[in-house]
């Protein structure tokens, strides 16, 4: 018989977007939906992580766990979305270096978290393609369809990690 143990766990789930220019604040809305939703651990912070900055570097260091979610170009039709955990994070985020009105990446602070010595082992980026990068406070149908299931697939990625067998 297997015992499962629920461990607390200080995650970080970050959101990143302009919401301003329609789909490109996806992250931002994702978060909305997540505090409107059902209550989340006490141990989970939601931060609007904006436009991204240095500032940001702390929080990605004291978390033990980093969700973040952003509007990304993954090559697909709008409103899709893919979630890149661990390793796959890392490497998207290394290959996909895209031109920004960011003051800084992810990239960025990834970098710093490494050379501080802290990059969360547990770590994924939901990823959400958008259709219109323009003038607009509110995403599109299509992106705004994604927005149930990348919560819900943020809150089944905090109750996973939080089971120890």
Known sequence: MCEVFFTAMKTLVLGIGNTLLSDEGVGIHVLHALSA???????????????LSFTLAGPIEEAEALIVVDA??????AGAWRMFEGEAMDAFLLGNRKSSV???G????????ILAGHWPEKRALLAIQPQVVDWGELPTPAVAEAIPPVCAAI??????WRHVA
């Open 155 to 160: 809150r089944g990625l905090i109750e996973g």
């Open 106 to 113: 992810l990239t960025d602070l990834r970098a710093i978290a």
């Open 37 to 51: 939703g059902a209550p989340l651990p006490d141990d989970v912070e939601l931060m609007d992580g904006g436009t």
């Open 102 to 104: 960011h003051e800084v």
């Open 72 to 77: 990304a170009h993954i090559k697909a039709e």
